[in-house]
């Protein structure tokens, strides 16, 4: 089952805050008024799209009760639960704003960080998006369970070496986009690796960051979502994806040292004399030495297919900036005209009547 919720809003807002929900009862609805005062306070017109992803509790009705008070809310919900990239991709589908921002329903995320995030996009033209951290200087953890905040912390750190733009937080959800960014990029996640999709698309294509610090603060009210596994081996699959030359560097470097060193003890035993041609250790340091080198090829070979997707992705998004263009350009003069009134003789040009042949010369 699928609908959607339109306010009685006539205006096109200029910030949409999207919100995915799945069973948040507890933090409804301080949650939605919360943000919508923080947001109210910056003076701009907004919409609030929260996506109910499948709740099994009342959190629907809960909304629909709320939305028949506040223009300022419109509702996507759907079953069953599909996960908060579909809930996001479903979000931003629905947006009306030219600026988008993401946060949680659980606000882990105060909503005052929004004003913030919209603050830099207007100083900055250059900025595309923005990406709230808690890593970054002058942001700060509160409460968070230590398990989440170690796997969230070095997860963040190696995500980040293997992107470009420098960011030291790639997960989280606290984010501000215009809406050139979202139009542009494909998405195609279903669950929280989203987040990781966008930087990664977005930074590809050439859209500018920046980065806010943030504090992050442990959910209060509710059941968390955080999976350990799921969020270690997502991590660790998108590094890969990003820069294959950090895995197969990293085993073609170790394979490489244990071959030298098998080598070094080979060039030993030939200087003492005591080398025998026929025993293993020979044709191991061979092994070695050449599998290490290939996987090190397969690493930079990886390298270069990432260089050529991110072309793809710059050129896309070239491809879908000259379409919007193209399709918001007014009609030209002589555009839009009626086959009546298609062709205007020049000046001193006498129009043929409809009746009359054209005169053929043999």
Request: proline share 6%; hydrophobic share 40%.
């Amino acid at each position: 089952m699928d609908q959607v919720g339109k306010s009685g809003m006539q205006t096109r807002p200029e910030v949409t805050i999207v919100v995915p929900m799945h069973n948040e009862i507890e933090n409804l609805p301080g949650t939605l008024e919360r943000i919508a005062a923080s947001v109210t306070e910056t003076g701009r017109t907004f919409e609030v799209v929260a996506v109910d992803d499948g709740s099994t509790d009342p959190t629907r009705a809960r909304l629909e009760a709320m939305a028949q008070a506040a223009d300022w809310l419109r509702i996507v919900a759907y079953s069953p639960n599909r996960g908060r990239g579909y809930a996001l991709r479903r979000g931003f589908a629905s947006a009306h704003g030219e600026i988008i921002v993401t946060i949680d329903a659980d606000l882990s995320y105060d909503p005052s960080h929004i004003k913030g995030m919209l603050d830099i996009l207007a100083r900055q033209p250059e900025t595309d998006f923005v990406v709230g951290s808690p890593y970054a200087k002058g942001g700060a953890t509160i409460h968070v369970p230590r398990g989440r905040l170690f796997t969230s912390r070095w997860g963040n750190r190696i995500l980040g070496l293997a992107m470009p733009g420098g960011l030291t937080a790639v997960t989280g959800i606290l984010r501000a986009y215009r809406r050139t960014v979202l139009d542009v990029i494909d998405l195609e996640s279903n669950d929280k690796e989203i987040h990781l999709e966008i930087v990664s698309k977005a930074l590809a294509a050439g859209f500018v960051p920046a980065e806010m610090p943030a504090v992050l603060t442990g959910r209060r009210r509710g059941k968390s979502k955080f999976l350990l596994r799921a969020t270690v081996a997502s991590h660790l699959i998108f590094s890969f994806y990003e820069k294959p030359v950090m895995l197969f560097g990293l085993i073609g470097a170790l394979i490489m040292g244990l071959g030298l060193g098998s080598g070094v003890r080979l060039i030993y035993l030939w200087q003492t004399g005591t080398l025998n041609p026929s025993r293993p250790l020979v044709s191991l340091t061979v092994i070695l030495l050449v599998a290490g080198l290939q996987i090190l090829l397969f690493g930079f070979l990886g390298s270069q297919i990432v260089q050529v997707r991110r072309g793809l992705y710059r050129t896309q998004k070239t491809l879908k900036l000259m379409a919007r263009q193209f399709t918001s350009m007014p009609l030209s003069r002589g555009e839009g005209f009626s086959e009546r009134s298609s062709i205007v003789p020049s000046p001193g040009v006498k129009r043929r009547r409809p009746t009359e042949e054209p005169n053929l010369v043999p």
